[in-house]
């Protein structure tokens, strides 16, 4: 398992986040961190980037079965970071983890220690429903409550007690999802009637209007025809400018357009089936250099 | 080639024969199928038809008085459904206004909240519950119940809302309009709780997860999601129990009493219309009874008609999926 040099970002993508990602003196990389590579285009700014995931050995049991190996490695506040892998590897298990979805299943068990912002997320005083409130989740089929796309949008927040201005909590929703110009004027209509990419769009604005900080997105768009799909990976390029965003796909070349990370897991045939993280690095370097030659194997669709 | 075509022949006609097989099954069964929702339509016709002729003697002398006169003397010829017609409406109104919010927390229990263990044991529990004949359920208000109401629930009753005239003096018998609905309520409510748990079983994971990652507690998943979508049928299953308590009449004769005239506290014994009807049909004690019967008969099928398509109404109206889309 590799640790990529992930205190910092650089080229490119470190020109465009340094706009808007508040700088932390006190995370600028230790001397300890690997040395940056040499820039590719001239030498960009080096950006100190806060830590929102911390995960440290986390390994996930349902029952007997370990579904996930111990894995390590840290996502990194409004960039989008990549879950890859073949289907069956964990990536569901993993991001669902994140949020303690997976609290409900019989015989889930979780071993090591997933911090959020320093805090352990399965902490004894912990209360789940607030993790899940600050870590919204979007869900591979759409699944829009039976409402009316303003019900949608509104129940959450009115069950937070989030009641002022609730029609413009709707609206910036809706338009941060890139759906308010599409249902504008059939707010009261039921959400049912909307298209699947529209559906989807839904409940991603379902889950910004609670203001979380994070998004975990289990491949949003695996349901979804081509222009569907083009636009939600639209969307999840300007919601990193507001959100952390960790999305699960299956599709390498999703993966490629919207992630500045990327987390490749694989079965590990040695170890039961086992889920397992093989390569954590920066887009980039998964596919142009990617340092395991199964992260090379399966990018370039060579995986058996 | 030629070969080839030769003996994909057969096999095309044996495919053919298969296929008209399958049609002649087809019709078969359809016809099975439009001759039972036939006959349906034809036995509901007919007890109607037969209600209306059977009452008519009794409508052309009574006329609508008939539902506001509360005497009852069948041998003076004194013919009223007013008593009968309030019991049951009270009888129905204490058995739904109590099953209806239990049946449905039993239901939200055994679907969402209960561990493994307890499902597989309580939720075939409740099942048996409905399967109790009713006359059993009756016989148990007669010797156990009735008493106990009496003796605790009554006294219990008007201690704390006495100033009602609902909850009058606690009587010694504790045959009464309370009894009868209480016990209507243990029939009622295992028909409600098993019927909604199975909607609510039915209401997808991916509904309930959505709403879990949105920050909800369970009980805002339960309001917000799972009863909502499921509201229509959860009226229904309300509207089935409503049929069991209108119609009871067994269990409601043994523990009712005997009573006459419209009072005002439920500790009274009382009468209701499908009692009164099973009570007396075997022995008219004058030429209008049995067409005053048929007159109360018509009044509960009416009752039972309208309850129902009102509650397909509310129903319809609830049901976001049809309301909405
Ligand atoms: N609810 C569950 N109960 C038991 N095993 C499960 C459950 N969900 C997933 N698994 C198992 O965990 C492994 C990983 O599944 P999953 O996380 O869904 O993979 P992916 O999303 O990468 O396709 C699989 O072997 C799967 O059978
Ligand atoms: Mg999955």
């Known amino acids: ?304 | 080639m030629s070969a080839l075509r030769l003996r994909l022949r057969p096999r095309a006609a044996i495919g053919a024969e298969a296929a008209r097989a399958g049609r002649t099954g087809d019709r078969i069964l359809f016809a099975l199928c439009a001759g039972a929702g036939l006959l349906a339509v034809f036995v509901l016709g007919e007890v109607v038809y037969q209600v209306i002729s059977g009452a008519r003697p009794a409508i052309s002398k009574f006329g609508l008085g008939f539902l506001v006169h509360s005497r009852w003397a069948p041998n003076f010829s004194a013919f009223g459904a007013a008593q009968a017609l309030v019991g049951t409406v009270i009888t129905s109104i204490i058995a739904l206004s109590i099953a209806t919010p239990l049946g449905i927390a039993i239901a939200v229990y055994l679907a969402m909240m209960a561990p493994p263990a307890v499902r597989t044991v309580v939720g075939p529990l409740v099942e048996m519950l409905a399967a109790i004949p009713s006359v059993i359920v009756g016989f148990w208000g007669l010797i156990v119940f009735s008493p106990f109401v009496a003796n605790h629930i009554e006294p219990a009753l008007h201690n704390v809302l006495g100033f009602m005239p609902l909850f009058g003096a606690a009587q010694t018998t504790g045959f009464s309009l309370l009894t009868a609905g209480l016990v209507l309520t243990i029939m009622v409510l295992p028909i409600i709780a098993a019927l909604s748990r199975d909607l609510f079983l039915t209401v997808p994971v991916e509904l309930t997860e959505g709403a879990a990652a949105l920050g909800a507690t369970r009980w805002e998943i339960i309001r917000g999601v799972v009863l909502p979508t499921t509201a229509s049928g959860v009226a229904a299953a309300t509207v089935l129990g409503l049929g069991r308590a209108l119609g009871e009449a067994i269990a409601v004769l043994q523990v009712v009493g005997d009573g006459t005239g419209i009072h005002s506290s439920l500790f009274q014994p009382g009468e209701t219309l499908a009692a009164r009807i099973a009570n007396e049909f075997t022995s008219p004690e004058s030429k209008l009874h049995i067409p005053s019967l048929f007159y109360l008969a018509l009044i509960l099928l009416v009752i039972g008609l309208v309850t129902s398509v009102l509650a397909r109404m509310i129903a319809t109206r609830f049901d976001v999926h049809r309301s909405l889309a």
């Not at chain 1, 209360?127 to 019900?151: A, C, H, L, T, W």
Request: charged fraction near 25%.
């Open chain 1, 1 to 304: 398992m590799t640790e990529p040099d992930d205190q910092i970002d650089r080229g490119p993508a470190g020109e465009r986040v340094l706009g808007r990602v508040r700088i932390q003196t006190e995370s600028l990389p230790s001397p300890a961190a690997p040395a940056p590579l040499p820039a590719r285009n001239g030498g960009a700014p080096l950006i100190a980037r806060d830590v929102v995931f911390d995960i440290r050995d986390m390994a996930v049991y349902y029952g007997d079965n370990q579904a996930l190996g111990w894995t390590t490695f840290k996502i990194y506040r409004h960039l989008v970071t990549a879950v890859i892998g073949p289907s069956g590897c964990g990536k569901s298990t993993f991001i669902r983890s994140l949020n303690r979805m997976n609290d409900a299943i019989r015989g889930f068990r979780i071993e090591g220690q997933v911090l959020y912002h320093g805090h352990d997320v399965y902490g004894a005083e912990v209360n789940r429903v607030e993790v899940r409130r600050r870590i919204g989740m979007v869900f591979q089929k759409p699944n829009p409550f039976p409402k009316s796309i303003y019900d949608n949008i509104a129940w959450a927040p009115r069950n937070l007690g989030m009641r002022e201005d609730l029609d413009a909590r709707v609206e910036r929703a809706l338009t941060q999802a890139a759906l308010w110009d599409e249902v504008e004027d059939r707010l009261r209509d039921s959400a049912l009637s909307l298209s699947g990419g529209q559906q989807q769009r839904l409940c991603i604005a379902r889950a910004i209007a609670v203001e979380p900080d994070v998004l975990l997105l289990d491949e949003p768009a695996s349901a979804l025809d081509p222009v569907a799909t083009a636009s939600i990976e639209d969307l999840m390029r300007t919601l990193k400018n507001r959100y952390t965003i960790v999305i699960v796909t299956h599709n390498m070349q999703q993966a490629a357009r919207v992630a500045d990370q990327v987390a490749f897991f694989t079965l590990d045939p040695g170890a039961d089936r086992v889920g397992t993280l093989v390569e954590h690095a920066d887009t980039q370097t998964i596919f142009r250099n990617p340092k395991d030659s199964r992260t090379r194997d399966y990018v370039t669709g060579r995986f058996g």
